[in-house]
């Protein structure tokens, strides 16, 4: 019986073998060739689909699709900067001009790294609006609550709905001036409700302080949240790793640190907000070995960047391992080490909570995650299933990676 049965495998060859074959035989009756035409081999490459995570939890996140709170990512994103000053503490003269280019370079930021996908129009207001608090009334220093963080945009929405058309709007930007360092940081809320000029308002970002340190990038941050995308770094500092709110990712995306050396987004939150396409991600399956020439990630946005942006291989049915290229162009001139960046991603992490983490190449070395990139030459065993990642250099900064499980 098992012999029999053992003849049946050479239907799942392909066609040209099986012809090969019983050529070869040369005792093929004719009716051969009304025989079932063979199966898909088993080793076809998964679809795209397969490295899909669905996402597994409300909110932000790193799961597909993002948050229906989210604002499209594709398409033009038109911003109201409101540029707030304070009875309290006036705006000095002439400083509007200085408050807009500080967060220029977030939106153009948006608009580089999506390959011009998201194209961002910003209307400032006419000058400084004066609030109709002091800035002391708004606890940003104190414990902002919610409430209170809502209570200043509706405040200076309100207070520039006389001069500035917000029926076109859809998200709101409020900046305060330098003069007021009280105002100390950059919250960001997808669920506000104000109606003004007919449009419900229901995306704003207010820019305090802290924007003087950062740069306009934390724009770009705290738009990232606008669009969906979850903070990588950590709300709290691992135990074993004390005070190490960076432990996930280090610097290597905007939504992890804003001043790291490589504040290019993941590949992975590109393909979340449709800023690469399916067929730009390589998806490894766990039964055949699958190969990848990445370009740069800084790259992927290109009209023609020519080669894949990432290799996915899924651990479970919200994890998977990603492998990306970093190489020192665009955002990512400053970093220290190039190479393979590799990370999981589980869609059923929170964001705050690690939703995606970098595995460190040099384990307990003094520069943390900054060297975590695999070298040129080198490779890595996943350690739940034994698969072995293996990476090479390729011409022009690419990057080949085989994933053989
Ligand atoms: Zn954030």
């Given at each position: ?290 190969s990848a020439r990445l370009a740069p990630v800084a790259r992927s946005g290109d009209a023609s960047p020519g080669k894949d942006a990432m290799v996915v ?16 162009v665009g955002y990512d001139e400053g970093i220290g080490a190039r190479g393979a960046l590799v990370y999981t991603v589980d869609a059923s992490v929170r ?55």
């Amino acid at each position: 019986m098992k012999h029999q049965r053992a003849a049946r495998p050479s239907l799942a060859l392909p066609i040209a073998a099986f012809a090969a074959m019983t050529l070869a035989l040369g005792a093929v009756p004719a009716s051969a060739s009304a025989a079932p035409p063979p199966p898909a081999p088993p080793s076809a490459p998964p679809s795209v689909d397969a490295c899909r995570l669905p996402a597994a939890v409300g909110g932000l996140g790193s799961g597909f699709p993002v948050d229906d709170q989210a604002l499209p990512a594709v398409g033009t994103l038109k911003a109201a900067l409101l540029l707030v000053d304070f009875d309290d503490h006036p705006a000095s003269p002439g400083s509007a001009p200085e408050a807009v280019a500080n967060l220029a370079s977030g939106a153009e930021y948006l608009e580089r790294v999506s390959g011009g996908r998201l194209d961002v129009t910003t209307t400032a207001s006419d000058g400084w609006v004066r609030m109709p608090e002091p800035s002391t009334s708004y606890p940003f220093e104190r414990g902002l609550s919610y409430a209170d963080h809502v209570r200043y945009i509706g405040d200076a929405i309100a207070a520039a709905d006389d001069t500035f058309d917000f029926s076109d709007v859809d998200v709101v930007w409020v900046t305060a001036t330098k003069e007021a360092p009280n105002i100390t940081y950059s919250p960001t809320t997808n669920f506000l409700d104000v109606t003004a000029d007919g449009n419900h308002l229901t995306h704003a970002v207010t820019f305090g302080y802290d924007q003087w340190r950062w740069g306009g990038l934390v724009l770009a941050h705290e738009s990232g949240h606008t669009l969906g995308l979850p903070d990588l770094y950590l709300f709290e500092a691992p135990p074993e790793d004390p005070g190490n709110y960076h432990a996930a990712v280090g610097g290597w995306d905007l939504m992890g640190l804003i001043s790291g050396a490589g504040p290019e987004y993941f590949a992975w939150h590109r393909w979340q907000l449709g800023w690469i396409d399916d067929d730009q991600v390589v998806c490894a399956g766990p039964r055949r070995t699958t190969s990848a020439r990445l370009a740069p990630v800084a790259r992927s946005g290109d009209a023609s960047p020519g080669k894949d942006a990432m290799v996915v291989y899924p651990l479970s049915a919200t994890r998977a391992v990603v492998v990306e290229n970093r190489q020192p162009v665009g955002y990512d001139e400053g970093i220290g080490a190039r190479g393979a960046l590799v990370y999981t991603v589980d869609a059923s992490v929170r964001s705050g909570e690690g939703p995606v983490r970098v595995v460190d190449s040099t384990p307990g070395s003094a520069d943390g995650l900054d060297d975590a990139p695999f070298a040129a030459g080198s490779s890595w065993t996943e350690p739940t299933t034994g698969a072995v990642l293996t990476f090479r250099a390729g011409p022009a900064g690419t990057l080949k990676v085989t994933v053989k499980p």
